[in-house]
């Protein structure tokens, strides 16, 4: 790797010198600042790593197999390292084999032969410092780069990189032993508030759409070491005076999300690299906790421009818990600090919802009437009569002006998204849904887990075909209706207990049990607070059904008491390859199957459980619904585009019949 020139601050020179994609170049502040780019789609992914080098013991090589794997899948641009780089006192020298024994040949991964920006840990300090900060370990492998505090400019993210150890007070007046190396940090006071205010002007000019600080020690934690006080009282008011989204540490050997009760700040820990400390947890101040993890693993870290997906796993590659944060364009940083969802404005209008529900506003007509389209388990590049379904559902979105296209899951064949880049989402989307009636947002509530579920969820996709919004759970409200729509898939216990030969990507899910007790807590409140006239909830299984499927018992005895409580008019699905209408004798609630959109399941029906059956047809098609204030019409079509089945609804205002 070329030598790096440092610019002298009194010079008008900026010298930029590239490597790996990496420039350095000058800044107004001391900071040095490094261009990272981001993918050529405008997206940004990472791992974060912490308290590793342990020349591949206590699983720290276990670990770097995992982070290969999800290295690959995810095609990172670089890897963060939170310090604690080289156990149990740094390294000896520039020559000390333990930088080739406990990095170089470790992180062998293909995936991992990117940029490692790195710094410092109280481990570190404890051994020679400098030879870390060394340009000569650069020339042993290429992809090291530790300094003490810098800046990465990855376009739509800057991370600001901070040397904590110093601010620790402790390390100065009782070392307990160790020897630490402060070459280079001179009076502690004078180099820690250079070092703040060189901090906050640098995120204070900071333009990017995410900012992230890195340090050693943690702010917030729960771990063995806890908070570090000196953090809280000096880093922590600074990070929230300047809009800072994710604070990213090690020290503590474990991972955790704590939410910031203060401001939007999100507080993680990955210090998991190699030796953890099982069962050592403080149980006091766990305010904002959101999940803790006592044994081996890392972080991976997706960004957009709008979202972002922060995810942990174990050293065995499981995925233990996820964050899923969007930036919302015209509030941008200023939510209230109880929500750590934030929205994104695409196409529509984002509100933020009491719940942890996003919303999205869809306006009616200016009668205020609402007609839409309900089609479900298409995607099949214009196979198995897709391309024929699609023609009509263009012909009667015309006739009836439809206002957006509801898709009920089971979006792509056989095994969804493979990337965001999949040309299967153009040749089984965009390609064949193409009548001008059509031209509407499509909201997909449910994707499909045995592929890429972080494709189809992608706001990149809408890049490529605008109509496209695929979301797990979200409430779509058009005036006088509001449909909820709510990802079943994770209900269903078969999936994770009996998957067969089939992968499911669970990432954003798991712990399972905590997602799905938030779902509905979540669904429960905002049906509660809902003032719309017709109540929809949308999920991809059924909760009543004598198709291939039938019914989803898990549903039925965990979903089905929410909707009959709440007064909920109809339940929307697809799965079963089929058209159906089925009514509730205990309810109102009606169930309607869409599941037509290519290949169908003829013969394929329970004919032993048809109480409230009121049509089934086991062939191709789609749905309709026109509503206004006092009535519903759902319509059923065939292949064809013939009328098969349909009724009314009715209600007075605001009173469910």
Same mark, same amino acid.
């Given at each position: 790797?070329?030598?790096?020139?440092?610019?002298?601050?009194?010079?008008?020179?900026?010298?930029?010198?590239?490597?790996?994609?990496?420039?350095?170049?000058?800044?107004?502040?001391?900071?040095?600042?490094?261009?990272?780019?981001?993918?050529?789609?405008?997206?940004?992914?990472?791992?974060?790593?912490?308290? !590793?080098?342990?020349?591949?013991?206590?699983?720290?090589?276990?670990?770097?197999?995992?982070?290969?794997?999800?290295?690959?899948?995810? +095609?990172?641009?670089?890897?963060?390292?939170?310090?604690?780089?080289?156990?149990?006192?740094?390294? &000896?020298?520039?020559?000390?084999?333990?930088?080739?024994?406990?990095?170089?040949?470790?992180? &062998?991964?293909?995936?991992?032969?990117?940029?490692?920006?790195?710094?410092? %840990?109280?481990?570190?300090?404890?051994?020679?410092?400098?030879?870390?900060?060394? @340009?000569?370990?650069?020339?042993?492998?290429?992809? !090291?780069?530790?300094?003490?505090?810098?800046?990465?400019?990855?376009?739509?993210?800057?991370?600001?990189?901070?040397? =904590?150890?110093?601010?620790?007070?402790?390390?100065?007046?009782?070392?307990?032993?160790? $020897?630490?190396?402060?070459?280079?940090?001179?009076?502690?006071?004078?180099?820690?508030?250079? #070092?703040?205010?060189?901090?906050?002007?640098?995120?204070?000019?900071?333009?990017?759409?995410?900012?992230?600080?890195?340090?050693?020690?943690?702010?917030?934690?729960?771990?063995?070491?806890?908070?570090?006080?000196?953090?809280?009282?000096?880093?922590?008011?600074?990070?929230?005076?300047?809009?800072?989204?994710?604070?990213?540490?090690?020290?503590?050997?474990?991972?955790?999300?704590?939410? +910031? $009760?203060?401001?939007?700040?999100?507080?993680?820990?990955?210090?998991? %690299?190699?030796?953890?400390?099982?069962?050592?947890?403080?149980?006091?101040? @766990?305010?904002? #906790?959101?999940?803790?993890? +006592?044994?081996?693993?890392?972080?991976?870290?997706? #960004?957009?421009?709008?979202?972002?997906?922060?995810?942990?796993?174990?050293?065995? %590659?499981?995925?233990?818990?996820?964050?899923?944060?969007?930036?919302?364009?015209?509030?941008?940083?200023?939510?209230?600090?109880?929500?750590?969802?934030?929205?994104?404005?695409?196409?529509?209008?984002?509100?933020?919802?009491?719940?942890?529900?996003?919303?999205?506003?869809?306006?009616?007509?200016?009668?205020?009437?609402?007609?839409?389209?309900?089609?479900?388990?298409?995607?099949?590049?214009?196979?198995?009569?897709? /391309?024929?379904?699609? *023609?009509?559902?263009?012909?009667?979105?015309?006739?009836?002006?439809?206002?957006?296209?509801?898709?009920?899951?089971?979006?792509?064949?056989?095994?969804?998204?493979?990337?965001?880049?999949?040309?299967?989402?153009?040749?089984?989307?965009?390609?064949?849904? =193409?009548?001008?009636?059509?031209?509407?947002?499509?909201?997909?509530?449910?994707?499909?887990? @045995?592929?890429?579920?972080?494709?189809?969820?992608?706001?990149?996709?809408?890049?490529?075909?605008?109509?496209?919004?695929?979301?797990?759970?979200?409430?779509?409200?058009?005036?006088?209706?509001?449909?909820?729509?709510?990802?079943?898939?994770?209900?269903?216990?078969?999936?994770?207990?009996?998957?067969?030969?089939?992968?499911?990507?669970?990432?954003?899910?798991?712990?399972?049990?905590?997602?799905?007790?938030?779902?509905?807590?979540?669904?429960?409140?905002?049906?509660?607070?809902?003032?719309?006239?017709?109540?929809?909830?949308?999920?991809?299984?059924?909760?009543?059904?004598?198709?291939?499927?039938?019914?989803?018992?898990?549903?039925?005895?965990?979903?089905?008491?929410?909707?009959?409580?709440?007064?909920?008019?109809?339940?929307?699905? %697809?799965?079963?390859?089929?058209?159906?209408?089925?009514?509730?004798? $205990?309810?109102?609630?009606?169930?309607?199957? /869409?599941?037509?959109?290519?290949?169908?399941?003829?013969?394929?029906?329970? @004919?032993?459980?048809?109480?409230?059956?009121?049509?089934?047809? +086991?062939?191709?098609? *789609?749905?309709?619904?026109?509503?206004?204030?006092?009535?519903?019409?759902?319509?059923?079509?065939?292949? *064809?585009?013939?009328?098969?089945?349909?009724?009314? #609804?009715?209600?007075?205002?605001?009173?469910?019949?």
């Amino acid at each position: 790797m070329a030598d790096f020139i440092f610019k002298n601050k009194s010079m008008a020179l900026v010298l930029v010198i590239c490597s790996f994609g990496l420039c350095l170049v000058s800044t107004n502040a001391e900071l040095q600042r490094f261009e990272q780019p981001a993918k050529t789609e405008g997206t940004l992914s990472f791992l974060v790593l912490g308290d !590793w080098g342990r020349k591949g013991a206590f699983n720290q090589s276990e670990v770097a197999v995992q982070m290969g794997r999800v290295g690959e899948k995810m +095609d990172i641009d670089f890897v963060v390292s939170t310090g604690d780089n080289f156990y149990d006192n740094g390294l &000896t020298g520039k020559q000390d084999r333990a930088f080739v024994e406990s990095f170089t040949q470790i992180y &062998t991964a293909n995936s991992l032969q990117k940029q490692w920006y790195s710094v410092l %840990g109280n481990h570190d300090y404890r051994g020679n410092a400098e030879a870390q900060l060394s @340009r000569q370990l650069r020339k042993i492998d290429s992809r !090291w780069l530790c300094l003490r505090s810098f800046i990465v400019n990855a376009e739509l993210a800057e991370i600001f990189f901070v040397d =904590t150890t110093p601010f620790v007070k402790s390390y100065f007046t009782d070392a307990e032993g160790h $020897t630490y190396d402060w070459r280079g940090i001179g009076s502690p006071r004078d180099y820690i508030a250079n #070092l703040l205010k060189d901090l906050k002007l640098a995120l204070s000019e900071s333009k990017a759409k995410w900012k992230i600080v890195v340090g050693h020690h943690a702010i917030r934690s729960i771990g063995h070491h806890g908070d570090t006080e000196e953090l809280v009282r000096r880093l922590h008011p600074i990070l929230k005076a300047n809009n800072v989204d994710f604070y990213m540490n090690g020290h503590d050997h474990c991972l955790e999300h704590i939410s +910031d $009760t203060e401001s939007p700040i999100q507080f993680l820990t990955s210090g998991a %690299g190699s030796k953890a400390w099982r069962g050592d947890i403080k149980e006091q101040n @766990r305010d904002g #906790l959101k999940f803790f993890y +006592d044994g081996q693993g890392f972080m991976s870290v997706q #960004l957009t421009q709008n979202e972002a997906e922060i995810a942990f796993y174990d050293v065995s %590659g499981n995925l233990k818990s996820s964050l899923f944060q969007d930036i919302m364009a015209s509030f941008s940083h200023h939510f209230s600090s109880m929500s750590i969802v934030w929205m994104a404005c695409f196409h529509v209008n984002v509100l933020c919802a009491l719940s942890d529900l996003r919303r999205i506003d869809q306006p009616a007509k200016e009668d205020g009437s609402v007609s839409f389209l309900v089609v479900g388990d298409w995607g099949r590049k214009g196979d198995y009569n897709q /391309s024929n379904v699609a *023609f009509q559902m263009g012909r009667i979105g015309e006739e009836l002006s439809i206002d957006f296209v509801v898709s009920t899951g089971d979006n792509f064949y056989e095994d969804g998204l493979r990337g965001i880049k999949d040309p299967v989402f153009e040749k089984s989307f965009s390609k064949i849904y =193409t009548a001008k009636s059509l031209q509407k947002q499509w909201y997909s509530g449910n994707h499909d887990y @045995r592929g890429n579920v972080k494709a189809q969820l992608s706001p990149s996709l809408r890049s490529i075909d605008s109509r496209w919004i695929c979301l797990r759970s979200f409430i779509l409200n058009a005036e006088i209706v509001e449909l909820f729509f709510i990802d079943t898939t994770p209900f269903v216990d078969k999936y994770f207990l009996k998957p067969k030969h089939h992968h499911y990507d669970w990432r954003g899910v798991m712990p399972r049990q905590h997602y799905l007790s938030n779902l509905l807590k979540d669904l429960e409140s905002a049906l509660q607070d809902s003032n719309a006239n017709w109540k929809i909830v949308v999920g991809h299984h059924p909760i009543r059904s004598i198709g291939h499927h039938g019914e989803t018992k898990e549903l039925k005895k965990q979903l089905l008491p929410l909707l009959a409580a709440n007064n909920v008019d109809m339940y929307i699905n %697809g799965h079963d390859h089929c058209l159906e209408h089925i009514t509730s004798n $205990t309810s109102q609630v009606q169930f309607l199957t /869409s599941g037509g959109g290519s290949k169908a399941w003829k013969g394929d029906i329970d @004919r032993l459980n048809k109480g409230g059956v009121k049509f089934f047809y +086991d062939g191709q098609g *789609f749905m309709s619904l026109e509503l206004r204030q006092t009535d519903v019409k759902i319509v059923f079509y065939d292949v *064809f585009g013939k009328v098969l089945h349909n009724f009314n #609804l009715f209600k007075q205002l605001n009173t469910a019949i």
